[in-house]
Structure formats: structure tokens, C-alpha cells
């Protein structure tokens, strides 16, 4: 136990640069479309008890608190920030923002759906509405070959000009996922997220109904992250990370003190 | 062999504890809602007929250091910080009721109300469970509110209440759990006065620059302990040549 304060004071630095690696990496994704921050949260490790309260101090006198040493600090978990970005106009037919609640869902390779806020899609070379990767978005939607004047409305519905007619054919309609806790969702990368027993099951349904939010056509949701509120983090963060070192060197004179004295 | 050389090693081991304390405190100076831990020194006596020449002394975590920390807006509907010394109220893993200044509250898979540590966050009539899908949002008085999707137009109704107690006139310790508990088991009753503060979080209420000023002083008593022990081992040896028969 007597160099144990050298122990907690390294679970502080640990926290210290995990949290720095998580604002990192909102700020390395700054320019990510539909990019949610994540907060680094932390928790408090188990106390141990050298004593009892209520235990005898004496046959007359009992201790009125116990004795409980903290053994530091831990990273319990990111949570994910999901305050709505800016949306922002392209002017790409093909470009939709999400304007409240809910994801896109899109087909990886392999079959498993996963869930993207990005929704900067483009047609494949076999018409099929795409992710810049290539994954199909779920309902797949087939754009044929020269269909002009594209439009998707705020529920989903997308319907084209096609060649040799002048009234718009309905091509589709792409439906939303919603989460109950979206913050419990899994980061795969790629701007994708998968349901996890945190999130619970995803709930599929039309766009702008049940609190889902409504799909706006040519435009784009930028990041979230907000460089000032991270620059300020960092700051917080490097300052705790010193401290906490230089209460590691304190400790560690302590015991050179004792080991050249005594 | 006298005595002192006990005194001074109780001393040493004292400083390094308030030590170990003082780096638990700074560990958790990031953690949400997290409350400082307070050492407290006693000199131990033994009361007796002899001249009290001697202390030892006993270091113990006293409690926690109650005031606020800094708040901080955060803009997520589902953070809260108390005002004042209310608590949020939440259930232990043993079932019991406990209290904790943490607010940064998720709505689980199951749509239970936790807090970031997990725990469950009560109302009045135990945990807070709410229906799926909506928006939700906490009121300064802790209504939770969820705006039904399907009337947009709708107000906001009332679908729980997060129990506010305040602990004022009422002993709470910290547990080992982090979480606090009435002296002596028992609950603290709701505060009707008391007030939240919503999208924001209460930080944790150590404070750095004060760190490091009980480290130095925590590093400097150490060494002047070991140089007592130090000097205690002088006299002795001083005393034990005397004794020595050449």
C-alpha cells in the first residue's frame, strides 16, 4: 500500500489521455458529413475500506466514518452527442440530409444493415441508389438509365422524369430507422453505426412520422463538433494530465526522501 | 529504544495517504458531478496518569466537500445539474435508495431512465421508465417531458417526475459505491423547492490549484517524518554506545 497513491495517480493520466484521443478524434472528423461527437465520460473506481464505520476506536469510543480510499478514476464509456449538425445546401440531387431524428440504413457487404446520418449517396454503374463506398441504401431504390429531374420528397419518395414521359414515375420510397437510445449505438467506422442491446431494435417507418425526422433533398449535414468546445476540452484535459504527473514525481520524491534518509 | 521513532513512522504513513487521497481527488477531477474526498488528521492520545508526550496520528476520510462544482451547458436535453444541494435520487445495485449530484441521464434499450454511471434514476414511486420513441426533455422542477411524435402540434405532457431530495439538516455520507446514503439507513424526502438546471452538467468540484498546494504540503510533512525517524535512529544509536562495554 505505501506507494499505492502512485497507482491512483496513473489511472488519472490513463483517463486524461484516453480523453484526449477521443477529442482527437472529434476534431480529426470536423469536416465528416453527419459526424456526432462523442463525450468522454468518466467513473469512479471501487473505494476500498481499511475500516468500518461504527467500528471500535476504543471500548468506549466507535469511529464515526470509515476510512474510504478512492483507487482512481476510470474511462466508463463515450457517449455520442447527437445534436442536430448544420445542414448545408450542395445542390447534388443525390444529397440528403436528415433534419431531426433517425438514420439511413444501408446494406454492407455481407448483408449486415447498418445505420449512416451521411447521406451523401450517387447512382452505381447498375443504377442502384449507392453510399460513396458503394452499399446499397435500404429500400434499395433502381434509378434507370437517363432519368432526369431527380426529386425526393421530405417523407422519402423519390420519382424521376424517365425517357419518352413527361409526368414523373415514382421510383420508391426510402423509410428511416429510429433508436430508442441512439447514444448506445456501435461506431463502425465509415460513418456507420450498428444497433447494439444498448440501442435497443431498430424501428423502421416513414420519413417526418414518428418523431423521425424529414429528409431534405440536395443538402448535406455537417459534423457537429464545434472546434472552440474542443480546443477548450483539450486544454482541460492537458492541464489535468500535468497535474496528475506531477503528483506521480511527488510521490515518487517522497519515497526516494525515505529510501536515502532512513 | 524509544518511542518517537512509532510517532514519526504514523506520521509518514499519514502524509502518504493524504497523498493517496489528494490523487484519487485529481483522477476525478473530470468526473461528472464527482465530489471531493476530505482526509482528516487526528492526534491519537492514550489518556493515563503519565505526561501525554506523545501522538500518534490517525488519518481517516472524513467525508466529502459538498459544494458546487462549475456548470457547464452542454445543449444534450438529457443532462441535468442540480442547483442548491439537491440530489438526484437513484437506485443502488442492492435496490436501496441513494443520492448523487451525476446528471448525465440516457434513456436505456428497456426505456429506463439511468444515469451515467447506470444507475437507475427514481421518481417518487421508484424508477423512471419511459415510453418509447418522442422527444423527451426535463423541466427545471424535474417533469420529464416527452413531445408525442404523432402530434407535433401537442404540448409536451408529463410522463415522470425525478424525486429531488435535499439533504439539508440530514447527515449523508459517501458510500463505497460513490453514491451517498442517510446516516443510519432511512430516505431523504422529496424537495419540492428544489430546482435543476437542464442541458447542462455539473462538473466535479476539485479543484486543481488547490491539488497542488496539499500535494507539496502532503510531500514536505512526509519528508520532515523521515528525517524524525531519521533522527530518532541517532539518538538510539547514540543512547546504545554509551551502553557499550570497550
Known amino acids: ?262 | 529504544m524509544d518511542r518517537l521513532i512509532w510517532t514519526a513512522v504514523t506520521g509518514m504513513t499519514a502524509a502518504m495517504t493524504r497523498q493517496r487521497v489528494i490523487a484519487s481527488n485529481m483522477a476525478n477531477a473530470q468526473t461528472t458531478g464527482f465530489r471531493a474526498e476530505v482526509l482528516q488528521m487526528t492526534p491519537l492520545t492514550l489518556k493515563g496518569p503519565a505526561v501525554e508526550a506523545r501522538a500518534m496520528t490517525d488519518a481517516a476520510v472524513k467525508g466529502a466537500m459538498m459544494t458546487p462544482g462549475v456548470m457547464v451547458n452542454t445543449g444534450r436535453p438529457l443532462d441535468v445539474a442540480l442547483q442548491g444541494q439537491a440530489m438526484l435520487t437513484v437506485q443502488a445495485p442492492d435496490g436501496s435508495e441513494a443520492y448523487t449530484r451525476r446528471g448525465d441521464l440516457t434513456v436505456s434499450a428497456n426505456g429506463l431512465l439511468v444515469n451515467g454511471e447506470g444507475f437507475a434514476v427514481m421518481g417518487e414511486g421508484g424508477p423512471i421508465t419511459l415510453p418509447p420513441g418522442g422527444t423527451y426533455a426535463i423541466a427545471e422542477d424535474g417533469a420529464v417531458l416527452r413531445r408525442d411524435p404523432g402530434t407535433p402540434e401537442a404540448a409536451p405532457a408529463e410522463v415522470g417526475r425525478l424525486k429531488l431530495a435535499n439533504p439539508a439538516g440530514t447527515a449523508i455520507a459517501k458510500g463505497l459505491d460513490g453514491l451517498f446514503r442517510v446516516i443510519g439507513g432511512g430516505i431523504l424526502p422529496s424537495d419540492a423547492e428544489a430546482r435543476l438546471a437542464p442541458a447542462t452538467l455539473e462538473q466535479s468540484n476539485v479543484r486543481p490549484s488547490e491539488v497542488l498546494v496539499d500535494m507539496v504540503e502532503a510531500q514536505r510533512l512526509y519528508d520532515m517524518r523521515t528525517k524524525l525517524v531519521a533522527t530518532a535512529k541517532e539518538l538510539d544509536e547514540g543512547g546504545a554506545s554509551l551502553m557499550r562495554m570497550t
Not at chain 1, 36 to 60: P, W
Not at chain 1, 134 to 162: F, H, K
Not at chain 1, 174 to 199: H, K, R
Request: proline letters at 4%.
Open chain 1, 1 to 262: 500500500m505505501p506507494s499505492s497513491a502512485l497507482h491512483v495517480a496513473r489511472t488519472g493520466l490513463e483517463a486524461q489521455d484516453t480523453r484526449m484521443r477521443v477529442i482527437a478524434n472529434n476534431l480529426a472528423n470536423i469536416a465528416t458529413t453527419g459526424f456526432k461527437r462523442d463525450r468522454a465520460n468518466f467513473a469512479t473506481l471501487a473505494y476500498q475500506e481499511n475500516r468500518v464505520a461504527g467500528q471500535q476506536s476504543s471500548t468506549e469510543t466507535a469511529y464515526a466514518t470509515g476510512l474510504n480510499l478512492g483507487t482512481g478514476v476510470s474511462l466508463q464509456s463515450t457517449t455520442s452527442i447527437t445534436t442536430q449538425g448544420t445542414l448545408s445546401s450542395t445542390g447534388n440531387p443525390l444529397d440528403m440530409a436528415l433534419d431531426g431524428e433517425g438514420f439511413f440504413q444501408v446494406q454492407l457487404p455481407g448483408g449486415r444493415l447498418a445505420y449512416t446520418r451521411a447521406g451523401n449517396f450517387s447512382r452505381s454503374a447498375e443504377g442502384s441508389l449507392v453510399t460513396p463506398q458503394g452499399y446499397a441504401v435500404q429500400p434499395a431504390i433502381t434509378i434507370p438509365e437517363g432519368a432526369t429531374a431527380i426529386s425526393v420528397g421530405p417523407d422519402g419518395t423519390i420519382s424521376a422524369n424517365l425517357p419518352g414521359s413527361s409526368v414523373p414515375t415514382e421510383l420508391g420510397q426510402l423509410t428511416l430507422a429510429s433508436f430508442t437510445n441512439p447514444a448506445g449505438l456501435q461506431a463502425l467506422g465509415d460513418n456507420f453505426v450498428s444497433e447494439t442491446a444498448a440501442s435497443g431494435p431498430a424501428q423502421i417507418g416513414a420519413a417526418g412520422a414518428d418523431g423521425r425526422g424529414s429528409i431534405r433533398q440536395g443538402m448535406l449535414e455537417a459534423s457537429n463538433v464545434n472546434v472552440v468546445e474542443e480546443l477548450v476540452d483539450m486544454i482541460e484535459t492537458q492541464r489535468a494530465y500535468e497535474i496528475n504527473s506531477k503528483l506521480i514525481s511527488a510521490v515518487d520524491e517522497m519515497l526516494r526522501n525515505a529510501n536515502q534518509t532512513l
